[in-house]
């Protein structure tokens, strides 16, 4: 009896156990999120949490990532400032915004983004030389469609017509010369990327600038 007692026991305890272990187990298992942690052209560090379009509804702007590529501080200040005023009119919260100064920079955080399935829209200059940039916009539009087959909104926002002229024969959804256009205008031509993307069903009834 005593052997038997024991027994139950010592399997009680086992099957105590059993459930920690497992879950020990699992969690090593379970590969790292990977980190959407980008340094801007002023060290300045980006820190943003993204949702993948399965686990959100559609007509949702929350957490867009919106990446700005050009040799220009002031440009992309100026750039930054007009997403600001989008986002607001537009009601949405956690919009990231990660500066570049060339094609070269951005590309490692793209791809990230991309791999973690993040809703981004990134905006090209043309020519990055002045900072060192061999990469034009022109090939960062064919990078990001031919090689990483992106999936977000594309805007060139070169100060050359013909720049964006050829970004938007590449794929392109948006071309804003300089100076930038209205912030009505860049409301239209956002949400008019966003359906053909398939993050809206449809644009948004009314929108307020």
């Not at 305890?13 to 459930?19: E, M």
């Amino acid at each position: 009896a005593s052997e038997t007692t024991d027994g139950l026991i010592a399997d009680s305890a086992k099957d105590a156990a059993a459930p920690a272990a497992a879950a020990a187990a699992a969690k090593e298992r379970t590969p790292p999120r990977p980190s959407l942690r980008a340094t801007t052209t002023n060290t300045t560090t980006q820190d943003s949490r993204f949702l993948a379009d399965d686990d959100r509804g559609r007509n949702d702007w929350t957490d867009v990532v919106i990446v700005v590529v050009d040799d220009s501080s002031l440009n992309r200040s100026m750039l930054v400032r007009c997403f600001k005023r989008v986002e607001t009119a537009l009601g949405a919260v956690g919009w990231a915004f990660p500066q570049f100064e060339t094609v070269e920079q951005a590309q490692p955080y793209i791809r990230q983004i991309h791999e973690a399935r993040a809703r981004a829209v990134v905006c090209f200059d043309e020519n990055m030389g002045s900072r060192g940039g061999v990469l034009t916009g022109t090939q960062g539009t064919k990078w990001l469609l031919n090689d990483l087959h992106f999936r977000g909104i594309i805007i060139s926002t070169s100060g050359d017509p013909d720049a964006g002229k050829n970004h938007l024969a590449l794929g392109a959804h948006c071309a804003w010369s300089k100076p930038y256009p209205k912030i009505a205008t860049m409301l239209d031509d956002l949400q008019a990327a966003a359906v053909t993307c398939g993050w809206l069903t449809s644009p948004a009834a009314e929108v307020r600038c």
